[in-house]
Nanobody, 120 residues
Framework: QVQLVESGGGLVQPGGSLRLSCITSGFDFSIFGMGWYRQAPGKERDLVAHIRPTGNTWYIESVKGRFTISRDNTKNTAYLQMNSLKPEDTAVYYC??????????????WGQGTLVTVSS
C-alpha cells in the first residue's frame, strides 16, 4: 500500500524558511521521480519542483533560487527546503512520485498535504 506523508508546514513570516518532508512507503522510491505540488485556496494544484532518480531537478520560475528539492533514497524521503518565503507561497503542499515522459507524470496517490501559511 502506497503511503505519502507530508510534514513540516506551518505559519511563517515573509522572508522566513521552512523545510517540508515527504516520507514514503509501498513503492520502490529509488527508481521514481519525486515531485512537490501546491494548491492555493480556490486554485488548481500545480507542480512546484521535481527531482529525478539521478538527482536532476526542475523548478517553476517563481521559486527558482528560493526552493531546493532533494531526496534521500536510504530513507525513502523527499524534501523541499523553502527560503525567502512570500505570501504568494501560501498553499497546501503535496508530494507524489511519478515517471517521466516529456513531463513529470504523478501517480494517482496523494497524501494529506501540509499547510504553509506565509503572513506577517
Amino acid at each position: 500500500q502506497v503511503q505519502l506523508v507530508e510534514s513540516g508546514g506551518g505559519l511563517v513570516q515573509p522572508g522566513g524558511s521552512l523545510r517540508l518532508s515527504c516520507i514514503t512507503s509501498g513503492f520502490d522510491f529509488s527508481i521514481f521521480g519525486m515531485g512537490w505540488y501546491r494548491q492555493a485556496p480556490g486554485k488548481e494544484r500545480d507542480l512546484v519542483a521535481h527531482i529525478r532518480p539521478t538527482g536532476n531537478t526542475w523548478y517553476i520560475e517563481s521559486v527558482k533560487g528560493r526552493f531546493t528539492i532533494s531526496r534521500d533514497n536510504t530513507k525513502n524521503t523527499a524534501y523541499l527546503q523553502m527560503n525567502s518565503l512570500k505570501p504568494e507561497d501560501t498553499a497546501v503542499y503535496y508530494c507524489n512520485f511519478g515517471y517521466y515522459t516529456r513531463t513529470f507524470n504523478p501517480s494517482n496517490n496523494w497524501g494529506q498535504g501540509t499547510l504553509v501559511t506565509v503572513s506577517s
